[in-house]
């Protein structure tokens, strides 16, 4: 009876800790006060490129959008590295099919040398996170695609048959250990993968990305619904995105 009073207040100290040692992103994008981003310090404010909108989402507001409405761009202010570090989304797919040939681009680096994207690769069903070192000829279709000279480190998701058609949650981690995608908390067939090693960090410049951006490859008029966005400063274990 004693060991049993003592295992109770035990188990709820250790519970506690385990929120309390919660990580926390760097920065979050809810879209239920707008388009602006929230950090600790402070709010982002975001700039519009096209008409982007919000939407009834999966927790209040959500983004729409899609070459027909527009993207959102955020200075992160040195809040995420090409180190390490993780991105997570709800997306709800809108007039395509995970199978479609066609890029779906969720996040994206716009500057500095080199390069974050997390994005649905246009062959097949695959979302990939990939972090490469060098951005230039990004729209070289085949040599890029395979990661050959630019020394990039990817990993992909392929898992159609989970990808239903309401709202699906969606994390990239890259890291000096390789890549990972999951998708509802359960990691890609590819993971953790890694190209080739580059002892520099990546230079993932000042401006960030968020929404559905086709690419210049293939022209589409389809769309997607994102919400609660989050950016991690480091990359998310297996546990910590379940």
Avoid at 19 to 37: N, Q
Avoid at 147 to 159: E, I, P, Q, W
Avoid at 190 to 199: A, D, I, M, Q, T
Wanted: charged share 25%.
């Amino acid at each position: 009876m004693h060991m049993k009073k003592c295992f109770i207040p035990i188990l709820a100290m250790l519970s506690l800790g385990i929120l309390a040692a919660e990580v926390k992103p760097v920065i979050t994008i809810d879209f239920e006060d707008g388009f602006d981003a929230k950090t600790p310090n402070g709010k982002i404010q975001a700039k519009t490129d096209g008409n982007p909108r919000l939407v009834s989402g999966k927790f209040g507001k959500a983004l729409e959008s899609g070459p027909a409405t527009g993207y959102l761009e955020y200075p992160h202010r040195n809040l995420i590295n090409g180190k390490s570090g993780s991105i997570e989304m709800w997306i709800k797919r809108v007039g395509w099919k995970p199978d479609d040939n066609e890029f779906h681009v969720f996040f994206e680096t716009l500057d500095g040398k080199g390069w974050l994207i997390f994005y649905k690769f246009s062959a097949g069903s695959k979302l990939f996170m990939l972090s490469g070192f060098n951005r230039s000829n990004q729209f070289t279709f085949g040599p890029y695609t395979t990661g050959y000279n630019h020394r990039d480190r990817f990993a992909g998701h392929k898992s159609p048959q989970e990808w239903g058609d309401d709202w699906v949650h969606f994390a990239g981690v890259w890291s000096e250990e390789g890549n990972t995608v999951y998708m509802n908390g359960v990691p890609g067939k590819l993971h953790p993968s890694k190209e080739f090693h580059n002892p520099a960090e990546i230079d993932v410049g000042s401006t960030i990305r968020i929404g559905d951006h086709p690419w210049p490859v293939i022209k589409r008029k389809s769309a997607s619904l994102i919400d609660n966005v989050k950016l991690y400063n480091r990359a998310l274990t297996e546990n910590e995105v379940r």
